[in-house]
């Protein structure tokens, strides 16, 4: 029968056992929680080298075509070839290895930053850096929040995702219909639902960790959810850009 009080050196009591397990998940979680935030501001910083050194090199031309109002054919493949990669790491997580996933992480983030680039011709740069300083704030209060809150975010996330898929259809009609007060209720709602879902992603990314921890899937892991953070910070400075930035003319 086990001595639980067993007062031989090198043995340590349960709770002296419980404390040790406890701070070490906490260490780990800490780590892997930066490791997370180091990749998902990295991809942010990558964005912004390539957005302004396509548009201040003048290669943003090539995107665009000769009336200056839409894209050209190459513009297309850069505007939409992010998504397809999107597609690919959602499908193929689980049998991607840790390094393709990388690598289409940091192609996405180059490939997202050229597409970008034309941005500056519609915004000033004040109104850039503006959007991107109060995108910055509010990302960090919300993540902070995600973290911290013992609220279960669950269902809020649901709630937030089906509202996601409203604003894309919404998008896509205004597209068509090219409504001005449409378009205001669009950027209004896309900074509040990526708001909510910067809350949801952190909370959710910090859950994954006891499921990942150790595993030969924290790599992976790591990478999708600073993939999901980037993607709610870079929707949520276009939308405050869209509803606070001035033109550029």
């Known amino acids: ?8 050196p090198g043995l340590a009591p349960v709770g002296a056992a419980t404390d040790a397990r406890s701070v070490a998940y906490d260490a780990g979680l800490r780590a892997y929680m930066l490791s997370v935030y180091n990749y998902m501001a990295s991809a942010v910083l990558l964005t912004g080298i390539v957005a302004m050194g396509v548009f201040y090199s003048g290669a943003y031309t090539a995107l665009i075509n000769a009336t200056g109002r839409g894209l050209s054919g190459l513009g297309y493949i850069v505007a939409f070839a992010p998504l397809g990669i999107v597609f690919a790491m959602s499908f193929g997580q689980n049998r991607m290895a840790t390094g393709t996933l990388q690598a289409l992480f940091w192609a996405y983030a180059g490939l997202l930053g050229a597409s970008l680039s034309t941005i500056f011709l519609a915004y000033s740069g004040a109104s850039i850096a503006g959007a991107f300083f109060a995108t910055a704030a509010g990302f960090a209060g919300l993540s902070l ?17 089906v509202g996601l898929v409203g604003l894309i259809v919404a998008m896509l009609v205004n597209a068509f219909l090219h409504s001005g007060p449409m378009a205001l209720v669009i950027s209004v709602l896309g900074v509040l639902i990526f708001a909510g879902l910067t809350a949801y992603d952190t909370q959710r990314t910090k859950s994954i960790y006891s499921y990942v921890a ?36």
């Open 145 to 161: 929040y995600g973290y911290t809150t013992q609220r279960n975010l669950s269902a809020f996330g649901s709630f937030l995702i």
């Open 214 to 249: 150790g595993t030969e899937g924290e790599g992976r892991a790591k990478i999708m959810s600073a993939l999901n953070l980037y993607l709610d910070f870079i929707n949520m400075f276009l939308f405050i850009l869209r509803l606070f930035g001035s033109s550029r003319n």
């Open 1 to 8: 029968m086990a001595n639980w009080s067993d007062p031989r």
